[in-house]
């Protein structure tokens, strides 16, 4: 069945960087974009950015465009998702979707002093 | 970029009863619309694709409707695992965007 695993919580200070990964499961890797998606706290879900797993191409919510990088290895079947100059409004559970129907646990990060 | 807006922001509702939640959307995204139940601690559902194709696991008291900027998802009769937040979501165009959710509280 399919499935996406992703890394476990992080804890960050401000103005660093975290990467969160995703491997997928149970489908051919390339055959399917992933999305990554955030909801911080009390606050609604958000569209972050999004990945052809195939060639790479990637697209990102202006909101995040300077300080977001998603990445793929195709050989690990997983996806990456880098966010830079962490500030504490950061601080969210991040998800990984494989179209709209197949998503990640939820990776909490953390952005505090 | 399309804003997705939803209404109401809360619904209060008693069990059995009917709910129908609203998005719209600024501008035509045709039938390009998902619903998504969302709980706490729990990762987004696909409650409903294509407007009103009706996700995996989830049962017929559930409908979408709408096209173009106005949309709809009913629930026909409220169980008690139905309470949750509830988000629609455009796929028409770059960014993807989501609306700021429904909130569904027992009454």
């Known amino acids: 069945q399919v499935q996406l695993v992703q890394s476990g919580a992080e804890v960050e200070k401000p103005g660093a960087s975290v990467k969160v990964s995703c491997k997928l499961s149970g489908y051919t890797f390339t055959d399917h974009a992933l999305h990554w998606v955030r909801q911080a706290p009390g606050q609604g879900l958000e569209w972050m950015g999004w990945i052809d797993t195939d060639n790479g191409v990637t697209r990102y919510s202006q909101r995040f465009q300077g300080r977001i990088t998603i990445t793929r290895d195709t050989s690990a079947n997983t996806a990456y998702m880098e966010l830079g100059s962490l500030t504490s409004e950061d601080t969210a559970v991040y998800y990984c979707?494989?179209?709209?129907?197949?998503w990640g646990q939820g990776t909490l990060v953390t952005v505090s002093s | 970029e399309i804003v997705m807006t939803q209404s109401p922001d809360t619904l209060s509702v008693s069990p059995g009863e009917r709910a129908a939640l609203s998005c719209r959307a600024s501008q035509n995204i045709r039938r390009n619309l998902a619903w998504y139940q969302k709980k706490p601690g729990q990762a987004p559902r696909l409650l409903m694709y294509?407007?009103?194709g009706r996700g995996t696991g989830f049962p017929a008291r559930f409908s979408g409707s709408g096209s173009g900027t106005e949309f709809t998802l009913t629930i026909s009769s409220l169980e008690s695992e139905d309470f949750a937040v509830y988000y629609c979501?455009?796929?028409?165009?770059?960014?993807?965007?989501f609306g700021q959710g429904t909130k569904v509280e027992i009454k």
């Open positions: 979707a494989r179209g709209e129907q197949y």
């Open positions: 294509d407007a009103s």
């Open positions: 979501q455009q796929y028409d165009s770059w960014p993807r965007t």
